[in-house]
């Protein structure tokens, strides 16, 4: 079995001390220049990068400016880096065979740079969570709810998983799916929708409205009504649409229905029997 031997060279307290004190000022240094150099590349690459790309780069940056600051700390202080990188090369084999999950991460994480299929800043959805990107790392993207809670998600389940972008295009339809009584006029419903989608300042005229008459339901005539607005007024048209749809339809004597069961006992034409129990009393038909 060959044992890998750091060696050091040895030498002299004062010389050592010496070593020592110019080690210390190396990494003082060599922090400072680190941290501006990361973010004098995110101010070149600005314009030609996404955020994300902006936040991968700055780190990769920082970082692999950080092995190399370690290794010239080790050199100054006399460590003999031969038997250290063939060490580490064995390292890096067992370390690979053990981090399978983390390796799947990083390359979904270059995909998901390069496909870029959200930004950060933009509101996603990936399986159950919905909220802002925080970020997009090599491991995982970080999004914020709109509870304010913090999510890591990594990247290789959203490689395999659906993604929903909401915000990616300027414009979106919001989807109402209405039921009103089968006694009412289909046709006056579909006007008074019209008309509520015409005045509402946050519902676009182009694209028009889409507003139809969808199918008899079990309890109900159902009416799709899909309004288009600009993404940031989401949750004001949401807001003033239902309200406007409940009051004019309160105001019209319009009736959204519930759901309504009909029980058939056998015969047309018999009474249906109900029994009435009173506490301990029973017995009494109608």
């Not at 395999?160 to 419903?189: C, H, M, Q, S």
């Not at 004597?253 to 009435?276: A, K, M, Q």
């Amino acid at each position: 079995m060959t044992t890998l031997i750091l060696s050091v060279i040895p030498q002299s307290g004062p010389v050592w001390f010496g070593q020592l004190l110019r080690a210390a000022v190396l990494l003082a240094v060599g922090y400072v220049v680190l941290v501006a150099t990361s973010h004098l590349a995110r101010r070149l690459l600005t314009k030609h990068l996404t955020p994300q790309g902006l936040m991968i780069t700055q780190k990769i940056v920082f970082y692999g400016g950080i092995i190399l600051l370690l290794i010239m700390i080790l050199q100054q202080l006399g460590f003999q880096l031969t038997a250290l990188l063939g060490a580490a090369g064995i390292l890096g084999v067992a370390i690979g065979f053990a981090s399978q999950t983390s390796l799947s991460n990083i390359i979904s994480g270059i995909f998901l740079v390069s496909e870029k299929p959200m930004a950060v800043g933009e509101v996603v959805s990936v399986g159950n969570t919905t909220g802002i990107v925080l970020s997009i790392d090599l491991l995982s993207v970080k999004l914020r709810t709109f509870d304010n809670c913090f999510v890591r998600i990594p990247n290789e389940s959203i490689i395999k998983g659906e993604l929903k972008n909401f915000t990616r295009f300027p414009i979106r339809r919001f989807d109402l799916n209405l039921g009103v009584a089968y006694k009412e006029d289909i046709g006056r419903v579909l006007r008074i929708l019209k008309e509520i989608a015409t005045r509402n300042p946050y519902v676009l005229d182009e694209p028009e409205p889409m507003i139809l008459f969808t199918k008899f339901g079990d309890s109900s005539l159902d009416i799709f009504f899909g309004s288009w607005f600009h993404v940031p007024d989401f949750l004001n048209l949401r807001k003033t649409l239902l309200q406007e749809i409940k009051e004019r339809f309160d105001a019209e004597n319009i009736e959204i229905p519930f759901p309504h069961t009909t029980l058939y006992t056998g015969s047309v034409s018999d009474p249906f029997p109900i029994r009435l129990v009173d506490g301990e009393k029973s017995g009494s038909t109608r």
